[in-house]
């Protein structure tokens, strides 16, 4: 059973720019979650999509979206990047019972 | 948010126990979950508690109060490759969401 998949793993971009990530969840698995991880900061939650609806959002403004689509693969996309959006951007998709298998992450690099 | 907290770093040595402490607010409070961390790489589940109690899974084990909004996550036997992040996650009984603490770095020595 092939795992979380998202891409690209890594992209450097310039700040002003914007980025879209991929992910594709585990076959059968209807949630997506993404999270932004930085050093000292931990796993910050973004957003949770489940059936194409946005079911949880996290504290994030409003250049941060994302959206799911009907096979359940979801993007998430960053706009007007800011140096502090550099970091480890994981997608997990869920079972039933909460558990989140992720991704191995796109490492955003803005400069 | 539950507000996990847990310690930065911890260090032991080869064959040794280590145990990691994970605090959260006790309101809204549905499970908690545990997590392994190796450098650039995904994190992977390690347990799961919602019942008060210790539950034991080879060399890992967890325990949880749900009154004292207290869990551990226990490594026995302690290998090289258990050198990593472990991270504690709440979650709500409100949204369900997963609310994670920073993770706790335990390097382990020869």
């Not at chain 1, 959006?85 to 992720?102: I, K, P, V, W």
């Not at chain 2, 539950?2 to 549905?30: K, R």
Request: charged share 15%.
């Amino acid at each position: 059973k092939a795992g979380v998949t998202q891409t690209p793993r890594y992209l450097i971009k310039t700040r002003g720019q914007q980025v879209t990530l991929s992910c594709s969840p585990i076959s059968g698995h209807r949630s997506v979650s993404w999270y932004q991880q930085t050093p000292g900061q931990g796993l910050q939650f973004l957003f949770e999509y489940f059936s194409e609806t946005q079911r949880n959002k996290g504290n994030f403004p409003g250049r941060f979206s994302g959206r799911q689509f009907s096979n359940s693969r979801s993007e998430m996309n960053v706009s007007t990047l800011e140096l502090g959006d550099s970091a480890l951007y994981l997608c997990a998709s869920s079972t039933n019972t909460g558990e989140l298998f992720f991704g191995e992450g796109s490492r955003l690099t803005v400069l | 948010g539950q507000n996990i907290d847990q310690p930065t770093e911890m260090t032991a040595t080869e064959g040794a126990i280590v145990q990691i402490n994970c605090t959260y607010q006790t309101s809204g409070f549905n499970g908690l979950f545990w997590y392994q961390q190796h450098a650039g790489e995904a994190p992977t589940f390690l347990s799961y508690n919602v019942l008060d109690g210790l539950e034991e899974k080879g060399r890992f084990s967890s325990f949880l109060s749900r009154s004292k909004g207290y869990s551990y996550l226990l490594l026995k036997e302690l290998q090289m490759k258990d050198s990593a992040s472990y991270l504690c996650a709440g979650r709500s009984s409100n949204d369900y969401k997963l609310s994670f603490g920073a993770g706790t770095t335990v390097t382990v020595r020869a």
